[in-house]
């Protein structure tokens, strides 16, 4: 799927979020949503067991696209059935827990795939 994000907002995006995100060393992250066995979000949260659990991943969105998020056998963004997603990302915040939503931006040019994430 192509975003159709121009490639400078998407090499501006990725620079900023490296130069300027806060430093998370030392925490435990957990890569969440490609796998329907994995458990719940709430569930992973719940565990304790990790400072940041980073959501995977919004495939589609800009240029008036209507946004999709691709959580492989979670829900199925197309049929609205992922709006449950809202209410355990709450969940783990109230647990301290940092959630990330991470985002693929194409840029066929240069053969690259480009990853951010985005503090929810």
Same mark, same amino acid.
């Given at each position: 799927?192509?975003? !159709? ?5 998407? #090499?501006?995006?990725?620079?900023? *979020? ?7 060393? @030392?925490?435990? *992250? ?5 796998? $329907?066995?994995?458990?719940? &979000? ?5 565990? !304790? ?6 959501? $995977?991943? &919004? ?12 959580? $492989? ?22 647990? @301290? ?16 795939? #480009?990853?951010? &994430?985005?503090? &929810?």
């Amino acid at each position: 799927m192509r975003s !159709g994000i121009p490639h400078a907002v998407c #090499l501006f995006l990725w620079i900023s *979020v490296t130069l300027f995100s806060k430093s998370n060393a @030392g925490s435990l *992250v957990v890569y969440w949503g490609q796998n $329907a066995d994995e458990g719940s &979000l709430t569930s992973t949260c719940r565990r !304790g067991r990790f400072q940041i659990v980073n959501i $995977a991943f &919004l495939s589609t969105f800009g240029n008036g696209t209507q946004p999709q998020i691709n959580l $492989a056998g979670h829900c199925d963004s197309s049929s609205n059935s992922c709006k449950r997603l809202g209410q355990s990302i709450k969940k783990c915040q109230r647990r @301290g827990t940092k959630v990330y939503l991470e985002f693929i931006c194409f840029v066929p040019f240069y053969y690259l795939l #480009l990853s951010f &994430l985005i503090f &929810l």
